[in-house]
């Protein structure tokens, strides 16, 4: 790593934890680049899906995903991931994708496709000159940066998550896609060891926000 001081936030927690939004605030705060890689499993959800491809059958998926051109494009602070050239559109966020993006990111071959690329934001980062990445995901943590220089996990009660959704005005299966991304063999959603376990169930996101931004000022100091 060319900049001794850039640092690594990985933020993990299931679905509608919070995950986002203290992300993007951190980021900010602390000029990271924000790294969201649940958008990265919606996109390839949506394109698969797109090209009728389906997890069931994995000759077709391993074709698919060979062919597959992945690049990075900012959108303020955060990474945006293109497909053959192309950002993601409004659907990833669809009862469609919703319903099969946990299908898809229980496939090795999936996750294997991201691995690189997830890790590749660090030059990213370096290049356009950020202090550090801000990623969130599942398995940042676990598997993407273990020895990343901070490591949140946050929980919330699954009645106030499915809450917060619904206030967004979105329908999501929260409940199904956490059964499916804790039970699944590779890279299940699971707290590591070390790592900063946070419940928010009754805390605002702006304490939730403060306790980690005080554990990162801890080796770097907000602009
Ligand atoms: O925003 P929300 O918490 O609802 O979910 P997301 O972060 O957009 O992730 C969508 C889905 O992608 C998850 O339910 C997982 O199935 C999958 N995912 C994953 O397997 N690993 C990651 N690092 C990030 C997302």
Do not use: C, W
Request: no cysteine.
């Amino acid at each position: 790593m060319s900049n001794p001081s850039f640092i690594i936030v990985a933020i993990d927690g299931g679905a509608a934890s919070g995950k986002s939004s203290t992300s993007r605030i951190l980021a900010d705060q602390f000029n990271l680049l924000h790294v969201d890689t649940g958008s990265f499993y919606r996109h390839i959800t949506a394109e698969l899906l797109r090209r009728q491809v389906p997890y069931t059958d994995l000759p077709a998926l391993k074709n698919a995903l060979g062919s597959l051109r992945f690049t990075t494009q900012l959108a303020g602070r955060s990474a945006q991931m293109l497909i053959d050239g192309l950002p993601a559109g409004d659907e990833i966020r669809d009862q469609r994708v919703n319903e099969h993006v946990s299908h898809y990111a229980a496939i090795p071959e999936v996750r294997q496709t991201l691995l690189a690329y997830q890790r590749g934001q660090v030059e990213v980062a370096q290049a356009h000159q950020f202090r550090g990445l801000v990623m969130e995901g599942r398995d940042i943590g676990s598997v993407i940066f273990p020895a990343a220089d901070f490591r949140f996990f946050l929980h919330a009660d699954p009645v106030e998550r499915a809450k917060r959704r619904a206030a967004e005005g979105r329908q999501d299966s929260i409940a199904e896609r956490d059964r499916l991304d804790s039970s699944r063999k590779t890279s299940p959603l699971k707290s590591s060891a070390g790592a900063i376990d946070i419940d928010s169930t009754h805390q605002s996101l702006e304490q939730v926000v403060a306790a980690m931004a005080a554990t990162i000022a801890t080796k770097l100091s907000p602009v």
